[in-house]
């Protein structure tokens, strides 16, 4: 694991000789992480140097002409010059080397993932035929552009039928700049990292050339929209068929129809690809092709629920430069916060099933801290994401698939497995190491402490809860996390820090209220005080994190989004809210039991807040304390007390201090 948090904070050095007044800088990405052959840069001189009298050298061989698009880079490191003619003597004046990667990736999450299984077949283009067979294993296919327009009175876009002409039937569209355009629109579909990505954007192929850097296209508004998509179960092994974009298809009117380009891919999907960093390299590599093709947007801003917003958050804390905003909703800070969350629901369900039958419904509840039952019972099966067999996505055959007897070197599908490149191999058995750790931790504490459950209650829970063994399997033991992941999770950025490209990185945090609803929800309300808590730990406040619950759309917020970053203020009219069922307004801080917005949509703690553990949910590991008995309410007979030390023989956890191996990120645009 290096560290290329360089290559953004000093872009505005790169190319420089000593005492020279001139330079290349690297537009469409770092020049460390170049893909697919080919860098837009910018060349920077001083005014009086007439332009006709440098050009491009690439590798000693290549002459192109000064800024744009520097093509036919190697892989590997490549060296571009600037050189200027003076009279009969031709010399170089600057220097840039940038390092050029396949277009297929990687570039720095590591070794890909294999099996891989192609999916190009399954995804349908804006006609509704589909992308092909993949051209080689790397599920490549050539790269096409569909033009589609909307009729007058119509919901659904037409392929457009002559690139030389406007229809008769065509209707127009406004957008944030206000010009009125043809409802035209320009749809790219290809491959990049092994992704199937897809770009839109208004333009009329009639009336103006093809998009290129520096092209006057009447329709764009200059501002690139990123649409990730949720999930995480399955969400290995697979390249995916379906977009991370809100409406479902690449096109709707209050994005695209509004002059935004949009922007996704398969791997920004996590129910195709639940990994954060495959994620970040893929929104890279999309986003500097598009930098490439239409030339630089004025900023690059971020959507996306559930899945999607771990992704924006870890995108825009670990490789800060490549989102300038983010509108996460249903959010969680992180993969691990919510995968600690699953697994103790899953250990709870089993244990009220079992030797917990007795228990009432409320005392069920108090103990995992949620707001109903369903919140314990309806998402349990998903701790199975760290369950080496039951999550495989069926297009992985089953003489692919890991089993225990019959086929140890299969792929293994959970999450660790999936970012093995983080964590490490075991030495004894190959897998992945893991962060999941419930040594020490009292569950139902507050509970017990409230009268809520009794001390003989509490002792049983917490003697039969379980835990969880390397292939995700529940035991009747605690689960032991492996240090090392440990120490990877938090200083490789897998847990959220929010102290580095988050610090004051606008962040408009929506959130459809499901704490309640009778089947159950995962996507609780606790998760965005979570961030808000480690926002401020990190930064001192959090005053970038505006949180609104109920009622709010995704054209609101992408709307507050450009006025933000467009003036490079907040809004401020944008503040903590809430919206009542009956559609009003309550402005007013958000706090998680208080206010009017508090009694509407309560926050409810997780499992490891009502053993103790901090608001923020980041601690994986806890350090151990000895038992001291003033920490209960309850009391303990002295064989009930003797008990409580066998159940805890090693202490149990000490929530004042940080988790074990518990640190800042090492650094940002780390490589794998």
């Known amino acids: 694991m290096i560290s290329l948090r360089y290559v953004f904070a000093c872009l505005s050095f790169a190319g420089i000789l000593p005492g020279a007044d001139y330079r290349i800088v690297p537009l469409s990405t770092p020049a460390e992480m170049v893909s697919g052959g080919s860098v837009l840069i910018r060349v920077e001189k001083p005014d009086s140097v007439a332009a006709d009298s440098m050009s491009i050298r690439v590798n000693g061989s290549v002459i192109k002409a000064p800024n744009g698009l520097v093509t036919g880079l190697k892989d590997g ?38 099996p891989f299984i192609c999916q190009t077949q399954a995804f349908r283009l804006p006609d509704g035929s589909s992308l092909g067979l993949p051209l080689d294993e790397n599920c490549s296919v050539a790269t096409r552009i569909d033009y589609v327009y909307k009729r007058v009175g119509a919901k659904t876009f037409t392929p457009l039928p002559d690139r030389t002409a406007v229809p008769d039937d065509a209707t127009t569209t406004t957008t944030t700049l206000g010009a009125t355009v043809p409802y035209i629109v320009r749809v790219e579909t290809g491959t990049i990292n092994r992704a199937i990505y897809q770009i839109a954007v208004l333009h009329n192929p009639a009336a103006e050339p093809e998009p290129a850097p520096g092209a006057a296209l009447t329709a764009w508004n200059k501002r690139l929209l990123y649409s990730f998509g949720g999930g995480c179960i399955r969400g290995w092994y697979r390249q995916g068929s379906t977009l991370g974009v809100g409406s479902g298809v690449m096109i709707s009117d209050a994005v695209t129809g509004k002059g935004y380009a949009e922007a996704s891919s398969s791997l920004n999907v996590f129910g195709n690809n639940c990994n954060d960093l495959t994620a970040a390299e893929t929104m890279m590599m999309v986003r500097e092709h598009f930098i490439k093709t239409f030339g630089m947007p004025l900023f690059t801003f971020g959507r996306g629920g559930s899945g999607g917003s771990y ?12 989102l300038d905003g983010i509108i996460p909703s249903a959010t969680f800070p992180d993969v691990l916060e919510n995968t600690q969350y699953l697994t ?30 369903a919140n314990v019972t309806g998402p349990a099966p998903e701790g199975a994401r760290i369950q080496a067999t039951t999550f495989c996505p069926p297009e992985l055959t089953v003489t692919q698939r890991y089993d225990p007897v019959r086929n140890r070197g299969g792929a293994r599908c959970d999450v660790f497995d999936h970012a093995i490149n983080v964590y490490g191999r075991d030495a004894n058995t190959g897998f992945a190491m893991r962060p999941i750790d419930n040594v020490g931790v009292q569950y139902g504490l507050a509970a017990l402490n409230d009268g809520v459950i009794t001390t003989e209650q509490f002792l049983d829970l917490n003697q039969d809860i379980g835990g969880y063994d390397g292939d995700g399997n529940m035991i ?17 950025g897998r847990v959220l820090h929010g102290g580095s490209g988050l610090a004051e990185m606008p962040i408009i945090d929506l959130r459809n209220y499901q704490d309640q609803t009778t089947a159950g929800n995962l996507h609780l309300r606790y998760h965005s005080f979570s961030l808000r808590e480690r926002l401020r730990a990190s930064n001192g406040n959090a005053g970038n994190h505006i949180m609104i619950t109920g009622g709010t759309t995704d054209e609101y917020a992408i709307h507050m989004m450009d006025e933000w970053l467009t003036t490079r203020q907040k809004p401020a009219d944008l503040v903590d809210s809430c919206y009542t069922p009956a559609g009003e307004r309550v402005v007013e801080p958000q706090l998680p039991m208080s206010g009017q917005c508090g009694e509407l949509y309560p926050a409810f703690p997780s499992p490891r807040m ?18 001291d008995m003033t920490d209960y309410n309850a009391a303990f007979t002295p064989a009930q007390e003797d008990r409580l030390r066998a159940v805890f023989r090693d202490g149990v956890c000490d929530w004042s201090k940080p988790g074990a191996e518990q640190q800042r990120p090492a650094d940002t645009w780390l490589s794998f």
């Open 344 to 373: 103790d629901v899953q250990l709870l369900d089993h244990y009220y099933k079992d030797a917990g039958a007795a228990l009432t419904a409320e005392q069920k509840r108090a103990i995992a801290g949620v707001a109903v039952l």
């Open 77 to 114: 490191p490549n060296v571009i010059e600037l050189l200027r003619r003076q009279g009969e003597d031709e010399g170089s004046v600057a220097k840039l080397q940038v390092v050029n990667h396949p277009i297929t990736g990687p570039v720095f999450s590591g070794p890909q993932e294999k």
């Open 311 to 322: 992704q924006q958050l870890q995108i825009a804390d670990n490789y800060p430069g490549l």
């Open 610 to 627: 009502v053993a103790g553990g901090p608001a923020s949910n980041n601690v994986l590991k806890c350090q151990l304390k000895p038992i």
């Open 476 to 492: 009747p033991s605690r689960a032991v996390a492996d240090l090392p992941a440990v120490r990877a999770a938090y200083s490789t």
